[in-house]
């Protein structure tokens, strides 16, 4: 995947280059630990290393230097539904482009597999609108909601959105 560079801003020092690619086996543990951060501050579902592992190959990651500054992954349900999961940027990385670099990856990702739909769950609806995501219903993902949404502690109070992106209609 193509070497993409961090945006800074005026007067900023050079940043280093973030890298997104495929993530490896050596990456699970910090995978774990960025996406399990997350999940205490109620923000995604953890995630084990077993069930990383086992996934690998839908991950993406974004690195510099060997760190695991970001992360996201697709799930897939049936061959027509995919979801965008566990997308993940380090607290002290947010805000420089890092999650729309890993969503700009994995659609491509998902366009070179042949997937002719994406949808999230999400609290940030306007991060995935940039992106062509539609608001949706959840009741178009009763597979998500068997998956996921049955282990939630919010299940009965969820405040997420049901996005869309349908990548056969650009």
């Given at each position: 995947?193509?070497?993409?560079?961090?945006?800074?801003?005026?007067?900023?020092?050079?940043?280093?280059p973030?890298?997104?690619?495929?993530?490896?086996?050596?990456?699970?543990?910090?995978?774990?630990?960025?996406?399990?951060?997350?999940?205490?501050?109620?923000?995604?579902?953890?995630?084990?290393?077993?069930?990383?592992?086992?996934?690998?190959?839908?991950?993406?990651?974004?690195?510099?230097?060997?760190?695991?500054?970001?992360?996201?992954?697709?799930?897939?349900?049936?061959s027509?539904?995919?979801?965008?999961?566990?997308?993940?940027?380090?607290?002290?990385?947010?805000?420089?482009?890092?999650?729309?670099?890993?969503?700009q990856?994995?659609?491509?990702?998902?366009?070179?597999?042949?997937?002719?739909?994406?949808?999230?769950?999400?609290?940030?609806?306007?991060?995935?609108?940039?992106?062509?995501?539609?608001?949706?219903?959840?009741?178009?993902?009763?597979?998500?909601?068997?998956?996921?949404?049955?282990?939630?502690?919010?299940?009965?109070?969820?405040?997420?959105?049901?996005?869309?992106?349908?990548?056969?209609?650009?």
């Amino acid at each position: 995947m193509e070497k993409i560079e961090r945006e800074g801003g005026a007067g900023a020092v050079a940043p280093a280059p973030v890298t997104i690619r495929r993530a490896a086996p050596g990456d699970v543990q910090g995978i774990v630990v960025l996406v399990n951060h997350h999940a205490r501050l109620g923000q995604l579902l953890p995630r084990s290393l077993r069930s990383i592992n086992s996934t690998i190959d839908d991950w993406l990651v974004a690195v510099v230097g060997g760190e695991i500054l970001g992360c996201v992954s697709l799930l897939r349900y049936t061959s027509g539904l995919v979801e965008v999961r566990s997308l993940a940027v380090g607290e002290n990385r947010q805000g420089l482009g890092i999650g729309s670099k890993l969503m700009q990856e994995l659609i491509i990702v998902a366009r070179k597999r042949n997937i002719p739909k994406l949808f999230a769950l999400t609290r940030v609806v306007g991060f995935f609108e940039r992106f062509g995501f539609k608001v949706t219903d959840k009741a178009f993902f009763p597979e998500k909601v068997w998956h996921d949404c049955q282990q939630c502690p919010l299940r009965d109070n969820c405040d997420e959105t049901a996005v869309v992106l349908d990548l056969l209609a650009e």
